[in-house]
């Protein structure tokens, strides 16, 4: 097995760990007085979990396709396809569905919502960023993302310098197209958020794995994972209070902080979890992990909509209750689902035998 296609137990069990932090920011009673500010102002802040995926989607790439080259685009796609597709598919279908007959109607505009979410390009649109699954906005990131990488390994190819100048003008880019289409008649808010701020997470992973394959990182000792776990965690505890010196609402301030938390706090954590002997990487390795982490992309499809709604109205409004059984339920849908669809999609399309954790 080639470098490239080596498998990183302990990056499959940190998924796990990126979706229960978004699960927990999502379902957290910010307004319960019960729960000291601190707590709160805390978890708020674990939304991070998205930047995390998107760190490890980087890095995860790079580190198998960077050295195909030239690259086989079309066994390519069709793995990244049979990744994430098909179980977004299915979960769409039953989103809308349910919706229908929740209504009892369709209207031109929920004709509009569908097309944009099975199409996964309804982040690109704020008016429907949140339309059908409400937390896959992310995946118009993703797809995006799969679909240009190859052309930045080409440009990174020719110069490592494109690392730090390519996430840079995609930025600025973005920019400028939020800018120009600040219209008041742009109604569907075409690129009114500038999506492209997460292009440094992603390029915080790319650059993970190219140094990491040009042999160019040489550390001893296990020091990143706890640098890594100490930077985020200072992160989560700190951002609240940095609030009234950094406006984290503004394109540089989030850039700004997408900056300092992948390449200080992610990517370092990263790093050790791959070649780092801890408790965390043992932890993160273990069986248990490993398959909640494989299962996690079903979980973060399902954990908030309709599933955790049904759980809640007629199961248990306990929010553990409800976590327990979306996780068993993910374990089962990529189990007989997911990972079958997975496996005969690459076979019947792209011959690939192979099986990859994103």
Excluded: C
Excluded at 91 to 105: G, R
Excluded at 340 to 358: C, D, M, V, W
């Amino acid at each position: 097995m080639s470098i490239s296609k080596q498998f990183f137990p302990a990056l499959t069990g940190y998924r796990a760990i990126a979706a229960w932090m978004i699960f927990v920011y999502h379902f957290m009673p910010f307004n319960n007085p019960k729960y000291p500010e601190i707590a709160k102002n805390t978890i708020f802040n674990f939304h991070i979990g998205v930047e995390m995926f998107f760190v490890l989607s980087g890095f995860l790439i790079t580190y198998r396709y960077f050295n195909d080259y030239p690259i086989h685009f079309k066994k390519y796609m069709v793995n990244r396809f049979a990744r994430i597709y098909p179980m977004y598919f299915l979960i769409t279908f039953a989103v809308f569905l349910i919706s229908f007959f929740q209504n009892n109607s369709w209207s031109p505009e929920k004709t509009i919502e569908a097309v944009l979410s099975f199409t996964m390009t309804k982040a690109l649109f704020s008016k429907y960023n949140f339309a059908g699954i409400a937390q896959g906005w992310t995946l118009t990131l993703e797809e995006i993302f799969y679909l240009a990488a190859p052309f930045y390994f080409i440009l990174i190819r020719k110069s490592k310098w494109n690392l730090l100048i390519l996430p840079i003008l995609i930025f600025l880019f973005g920019i400028f197209l939020k800018d120009i289409t600040d219209d008041p008649a742009n109604s569907w808010g075409f690129l009114q958020e500038n999506i492209a701020i997460f292009i440094f997470d992603f390029f915080a992973g790319i650059a993970l794995a190219y140094f990491i394959l040009k042999r160019k990182i040489n550390l001893s000792g296990n020091w990143m994972t706890w640098f890594g776990i100490a930077v985020i965690i200072t992160y989560l505890l700190g951002k609240h209070y940095v609030v009234g010196i950094i406006d984290f609402k503004t394109d540089l301030g989030s850039a700004f902080y997408a900056i300092i938390l992948s390449v200080f706090g992610i990517v370092p954590l990263l790093w050790g979890l791959i070649n780092e002997k801890t408790i965390i990487q043992k932890v993160l390795s273990s069986r248990i992990f490993v398959l909640l982490g494989k299962s996690s992309y079903i979980f973060y499809l399902i954990h908030k909509g309709f599933l955790p709604v049904f759980i809640n109205d007629y199961v248990s409004d306990n929010k553990l209750v409800i976590f327990i059984i979306l996780n068993i339920i993910s374990i089962i849908l990529f189990t007989y689902i997911e990972e079958p669809l997975n496996h005969y999609l690459r076979r019947k399309f792209a011959g690939s035998k192979t099986q990859e954790t994103i």
